[in-house]
Structure formats: C-alpha cells, structure tokens
C-alpha cells in the first residue's frame, strides 16, 4: 500500500508563487505515476498536473504554463510549483498515486486573495 499527504499550502497575493510537497511512503516501487488534484468549494475534484515513473507529465488547460509538477526520488517526494497565481485557483490541493491509488489525504489548503 502507498500512502500521501501534501503540505505546503498559504494564503497567497494574486500573481504570487507557491511550492505544494506531496511525501510518499509505503510500497512506492510499485506507484507508476503520481497526480495533484484539487477541488474547490462546491465544485468536483479535477486533475491539475501528473507525472509517470519515466518523468512524463501532463497539465490541464487551465494551469498549463503556470503549474510545474516535478518529483525527487531521493527523497520520495512530489512536488507542484505554482506561479502566477490567480483567485481562481483557490482550492484544496490534494495529491494522489494513480496506479496503485492511494487514500485521499487531508489536503493542503491554497487560498489566493488580496
């Protein structure tokens, strides 16, 4: 089994900078790629960046550009670089291994707002 939980969430200005960490423990030689989600009040969960074993990744329209999500297998750890940020990205972050997935963690709060 594979275990998450982010950190690294704040209240940020619009158009500040933002580092989300996402630590990963447990069986991790069997997760093949690993997402950052988020989900903002009354709306559904969706997709934001993910990243395979062999680096590849992939971005929504939304934050293609803006977002850079990266990992340091040293140190079993994901990451989600955020710039530019906007009111709209306000959200609970969450990250998630999908295969195999892992419980939903707590999540880390982005509240952008000036």
């Known amino acids: 089994q594979v275990q998450v939980v982010e950190s690294g969430g704040d209240l940020v200005q619009p158009g500040g900078s933002l580092r989300l960490s996402c630590a990963v423990s447990g069986s991790i030689f069997t997760v093949y790629a690993t997402g950052w989600y988020r989900q903002a009040p009354g709306k559904q969960r969706e997709l934001v960046a993910r990243i395979t074993n062999v680096g590849r990744t992939t971005y929504a329209d939304s934050v293609k550009g803006r977002f850079t999500i990266s990992r340091d297998s040293a140190k079993n750890t994901r990451y989600l670089q955020m710039n530019g940020l906007n009111p709209d990205d306000t959200a609970v972050y969450y990250c998630?291994?999908?295969?195999?997935?892992?419980?939903w963690g707590q999540g880390t709060q982005v509240t952008v707002s000036s």
């Open positions: 998630n291994t999908d295969p195999p997935m892992a419980s």
